[in-house]
């Protein structure tokens, strides 16, 4: 049976959905471990090859000392950030008590004032209030807490398989490094590089691209955070820059699902220098974004906005919280392949 263009384009489409969903879904965690290596083999490779004609070191013990050494770096970063983020956690957990009072009285004050605008009984929107925080207190103890208890066990049983996970992404590391160029030429021989590699090197410009262009925008935003509320002397300067930066990467709403609200909240409270500040940082992480995404994306991945917000909420769906960086990867893998077939 004949096909038209359309048709054959629909089909693909279809197809390739169907093909990327079951790829994220099943396969992906299945070589996730073996892709982070090939990864840190690709960024170690230029130094153990040097060090290889240089000194005449074994590929393979060249590129142990490279992982050793790698190790290294990150541990003791991890270390130096993770001591500050863990206490500021600690603190944050210790001021619980402080912050509920105070939340406490605020909204007694908002009660008392919308009683009055509205012309209602005294004590009314409190009464309303306190029946809503009684409910979600025991909607939290009955369901929330036995759950985190649940799940508290089984991350301590998965730790042990990320350290085995760990442990196979090091070896297969070390053992790519080793045969990475007989790996490529094999490849290279295939009778189905070509369309392969088509497709692959046109990812290579749009996903990776994304991928890398949101990595370094929302660091950039959480080191901007970071500095920021350190500034401001608040105690939760790490812990803050991180959320900061994670929010960030949603597109429209992005820092300002945060600094926005918090600013208005500092007016009101008639800390205008916090505001002030606060604005300063988010005027500061949007003037960012619109300036480096364009020069780390260019016109690579010609996805909307809105688009991409679609895809990040399909994806966590899908996929979970991963999908917030799955959902918009798969748009750009469907949209890359059907964009191959059509220059085909």
Not at 30 to 39: C, E, H, I, S
Not at 60 to 88: A, D, E, H, K, P
């Amino acid at each position: 049976m004949y096909l038209s263009k359309n048709q054959k384009k629909l089909l693909l489409t279809v197809g390739t959905i169907i093909a990327v969903y079951v790829g994220l879904k099943y396969l992906l965690p299945l070589f996730v471990p073996f892709l982070f290596a090939y990864f840190i083999a690709w960024l170690l490779r230029p130094v153990v090859g040097f060090l290889h004609k240089k000194f005449k070191i074994p590929l393979i013990v060249g590129g142990g000392f490279g992982v050793l050494l790698l190790l290294l770096v990150i541990s003791v970063i991890l270390c130096y950030l993770g001591r500050i983020l863990f206490n500021q956690v600690v603190l944050f957990l210790r001021n619980i008590p402080i912050y509920q009072q105070y939340f406490t009285q605020q909204m007694e004050v908002i009660c008392v004032t919308g009683d009055k605008l509205f012309g209602f009984k005294d004590g009314s929107l409190k009464l309303v209030v306190s029946d809503g925080m009684e409910t979600l207190v025991k909607y939290v103890q009955s369901n929330i807490l036995p759950k985190m208890t649940v799940q508290t066990i089984k991350i301590a049983i998965g730790l042990v398989e990320v350290l085995a996970i760990f442990l196979i992404i090091l070896v297969a590391t070390i053992l790519i490094i080793k045969d990475m160029e007989e790996y490529k030429a094999g490849l290279r021989k295939s009778e189905f590089y070509p369309v392969v590699h088509k497709i692959t090197q046109k990812l290579s410009d749009t996903g990776i691209a994304y991928m890398k262009t949101q990595i370094i925008l929302m660091s950039i935003i959480a080191v901007i955070n970071t500095v920021g509320f350190f500034i401001l002397k608040n105690p939760y300067a790490l812990l803050i820059g991180i959320a900061v930066g994670l929010f960030d990467g949603f597109p429209v709403l992005g820092s300002g699902l945060i600094l926005v609200p918090w600013a208005i909240v500092m007016v009101i409270q008639k800390q205008f220098i916090h505001a002030a500040v606060i604005m300063s940082i988010f005027l500061l992480c949007q003037v960012v974004r619109e300036i480096l995404e364009p020069k780390l994306l260019g016109d690579k991945i010609g996805i909307k906005p809105i688009y991409s917000m679609i895809a990040m909420y399909v994806g966590v769906q899908l996929f979970g919280v991963v999908g917030f960086f799955l959902g918009p990867l798969s748009l750009v893998i469907i949209k890359t392949v059907i964009s191959a077939y059509s220059e085909g």
